[in-house]
């Protein structure tokens, strides 16, 4: 009897050693497999869309072209902000921010990032590039201590970008700021046309007259549609061998009164004058001459070799003879 107890008290031992033991590894297994709870960090949606689509609104884009970068954006956004958790580990919820810029707010930050995914997969010498660099530096990463309130958790919900780019306009066409920016551009444009961008030739004190060969080198062969060569590759061409060119070309910049009253006063003492100008406004040139030109980037004048006006050309043989009349000439 007495051995059999002390065996029964051996047995207890060992199953109390043994459940410790036991114990102890799930602790441990516990332990091991144990993670802490997931950070948790906030996007506002509504400002996610609405930034980069105000700043589309304001810039001088087609809505046509702000429709197809905020389709883009729409797109790519949730896939960054699922992204932005699994990099970050964070769990990222939607939510209206009612305390913006605490640091629970990614907003801004998956905004950038959203733009640079879009940069990434453009032309960065096209206009789009250039607009979502303004963009990026509109956006700023803010890092502010966490004031400890933001707004209630709502599902992710996105509206349509087209029909918030619809509403967009037809708010403004409501309040009338469409029309104004149609006629804002109608306005530029008118005012171009009008008076276009000045060349900025000089007058000269030292009249001079020199003359400027016309021949040029055929870079290719020219056929007419019926398959006729008229002209081989490689052939100096002179066009003066071939017609005879009788107008004259007066260029004159029309702001300046001392040279259009020089203009006015020996236009006459040529047959047949092409009025072309470098500078000033078209409706009051033509108010004076008729029909008016304008050596738009001066492209005519640079070909010439004229660097002051007014200037008086026409056709000398087989060369174009190109007189800059002195400031002081009457």
Not at 84 to 107: E, F, K, M, P, R
Not at 127 to 139: D, E, H, K, R, Y
Not at 211 to 237: C, F, Q
Not at 286 to 310: C, Q
Request: charged fraction near 20%.
């Amino acid at each position: 009897m007495g051995t059999l107890m002390r065996l029964n008290q051996l047995d207890v031992k060992q199953w109390a050693m043994v459940g410790t033991a036991g114990v102890l590894v799930v602790l441990v297994l516990m332990l091991m497999v144990w993670k802490n709870p997931t950070p948790l960090v906030v996007v506002d949606m509504t400002r996610a869309v609405q930034s980069p689509s105000l700043m589309l609104a304001r810039s001088k884009l087609t809505p046509d072209a702000q429709l197809k970068i905020m389709s883009r954006f729409s797109t790519l956004l949730p896939k960054i902000v699922k992204e932005y958790g699994q990099t970050h580990q964070v769990t990222v919820v939607s939510a209206a921010i009612l305390v913006s810029y605490n640091n629970v707010d990614v907003t801004n930050e998956i905004i950038a990032l959203t733009i640079a995914r879009m940069k990434l997969k453009v032309n960065t010498k096209g206009i789009l590039s250039v607009l979502l660099a303004g963009l990026c530096t509109l956006t700023p990463l803010s890092h502010a201590k966490n004031i400890g309130h933001y707004g209630q958790v709502f599902p992710v919900i996105e509206e349509d970008i087209r029909q918030l780019i619809m509403k967009r306009l037809n708010a403004m066409q409501d309040n009338g700021e469409l029309l104004r920016h149609q006629r804002a551009i109608e306005q530029r444009v008118a005012a171009h046309i009008i008076r276009p961008k000045p060349l900025h030739l000089t007058t000269t004190k030292t009249p001079k007259t020199f003359r400027i060969n016309p021949t040029v080198l055929v870079s290719h062969d020219v056929w007419t549609p019926d398959g006729t060569l008229v002209a081989k590759k490689g052939m100096s061409i002179n066009p003066f061998n071939h017609i005879k060119f009788t107008k004259t070309l007066f260029f004159f910049n029309a702001d300046d009164t001392n040279q259009v009253a020089w203009v006015k006063k020996h236009y006459s003492d040529y047959g047949h004058v092409k009025f072309i100008l470098t500078g000033g406004d078209i409706r009051e040139a033509a108010a004076h001459f008729g029909r008016i030109y304008f050596d738009l980037n001066g492209v005519i004048t640079s070909r010439l070799h004229i660097k002051h006006v007014p200037s008086v050309v026409n056709q000398d043989g087989l060369f174009w003879k190109v007189t800059e009349i002195g400031a002081h000439d009457e």
